[in-house]
């Protein structure tokens, strides 16, 4: 019993964070491999069930792993200032590599259209592309995100600041912003005039402007889970990593479609 004491006191005795033994890394890995066969069988077979099942499996997977996270964080106390320090360096450089993710696809847009090839028309936009009108949806949508930017600092500052009711207010109107933004690019895809099989300028735009939704649509649920911890009372004005870490993220799904909107929207048309 008294080595049993010794050790548990030697394994809390420094301001590291040995994680403990966890299924849900294994549950994540068959989750992930269930899912994408599920996608294989539903592109051949028109069958989603195998889809649904691994679907469930990584949803049930992340709240488990994330409520894991929020308790070690918050009630086990194990989130100190260096493995915060560590956590920070850590979402740093995810950052980081999402911006080379989207480097790689405004290098293709740009190749492309600098030295459009003859087989599109050698022309940008190629022919018979219609393209959509930046002053339209496209500039509503910048508007939103930008507004969006202002509020997610707001909700930062309120937090720091210990004010909890402007806290609440600024992160639920920076949600309903999200929200309304991945409507608008919805119905601009249902009316789009082109489709991504049409030649490089579809491919390019679809694939950067749908990797940019599909963010938001992460950054969204990010700040949706940091409402709900924010309301079980799980931050505090000094210890609030896990809202800074969805504030930086909004900020960088923010700066990427402004590049996005110059650059494809506007330039590119």
Not at 98 to 126: D, Q, R, Y
Request: aromatic letters at 18%; one cysteine or more; a neutral charge.
């Amino acid at each position: 019993m008294n080595m049993i004491k010794l050790q548990m006191k030697i394994n809390f005795n420094h301001p590291y964070h040995l994680v403990d033994y966890s299924p849900w890394p294994l549950t994540g890995a068959i989750g992930t491999m269930t899912l994408v066969t599920g996608m294989v069988k539903w592109f051949h077979n028109f069958n989603i069930n195998l889809l649904i099942i691994g679907y469930l499996i990584v949803i049930l997977t992340m709240y488990q792993w994330w409520r894991d996270i929020c308790r070690e964080g918050t009630l086990q106390g194990k989130h100190t200032i260096l493995v915060t320090k560590g956590l920070r360096w850590g979402m740093i450089l995810f950052i980081v590599s999402e911006i080379f993710f989207f480097v790689s696809f405004f290098w293709a847009f740009f190749h492309k259209s600098l030295s459009p090839n003859v087989e599109i028309g050698a022309i940008w936009p190629p022919t018979g592309i219609n393209t959509f009108n930046p002053f339209q949806i496209p500039l509503l949508n910048t508007i939103i995100l930008i507004s969006s930017g202002v509020t997610i600092t707001w909700a930062h500052h309120a937090m720091m600041e210990n004010n909890y009711s402007q806290c609440t207010k600024s992160l639920f109107l920076t949600i309903i912003l999200g929200i309304y933004f991945t409507i608008l690019q919805a119905y601009e895809y249902l009316e789009a005039p082109f489709t991504i099989a049409d030649s490089i300028y579809g491919s390019t735009f679809f694939m950067a402007t749908g990797f940019h939704g599909l963010h938001v649509m992460i950054g969204t649920m990010f700040l949706i889970i940091c409402l709900i911890r924010h309301l079980n009372e799980h931050f505090s004005s000094n210890h609030h990593f896990g809202f800074e870490a969805a504030a930086w993220y909004w900020h960088f799904v923010d700066v990427v479609w402004l590049f996005l909107y110059i650059s494809i929207y506007w330039w590119g048309n």
